[in-house]
C-alpha cells in the first residue's frame, strides 16, 4: 500500500516519539499535566486559606450588633456608645486576622 504524497516523508517524531526539542512526547505530557496540576493544587490551597468562613461569619454578626445599637435609644448612661466602640475594635482586629491569613 502506497502511502499518499504529504504522509511519504512525515516528521521525524511522528515514526520515532521523539519530540524535536529532544523529548518523547510522553515525557511532554507527563511535564506538561504535572505543571497543570500543580498550580490547581497551590490554587485550591491558596483559596481555602484566603476564605475564612468563620471569621467573614464573625464579621457579618458584628456588624449587625453594630447596626441594632446605633438604631437602639442613646439612654443607656454611654455603655450603648461603648459597646459600639468595642464592637468597631473587635471588627478592626477580625478584618486584620483576614489579613494576616492570607
Known amino acids: 500500500m502506497a ?6 516523508n512525515p516528521p521525524a517524531f511522528f515514526l520515532t516519539g521523539i519530540h524535536p526539542a529532544g523529548e518523547t512526547l510522553r515525557m511532554k505530557t507527563i511535564k506538561t499535566t504535572s505543571t497543570v496540576m500543580l ?17 467573614q461569619a464573625a464579621l457579618k454578626h458584628l456588624r449587625e450588633a453594630r447596626a441594632s445599637l446605633e438604631k437602639a435609644t442613646p439612654n443607656k448612661g454611654g455603655h450603648r456608645e461603648r459597646a459600639i466602640d468595642l464592637i468597631n475594635q473587635a471588627i478592626a482586629q477580625v478584618e486584620e486576622g483576614e489579613r494576616f491569613a492570607r
Do not use: K
Not at 3 to 8: A, G
Not at 39 to 55: C, E, G, I, K, T
Open 3 to 8: 502511502l499518499s504524497p504529504p504522509f511519504q
Open 39 to 55: 498550580l490547581l493544587v497551590a490554587m485550591s490551597f491558596s483559596s481555602a486559606f484566603a476564605r475564612q468562613p468563620h471569621m
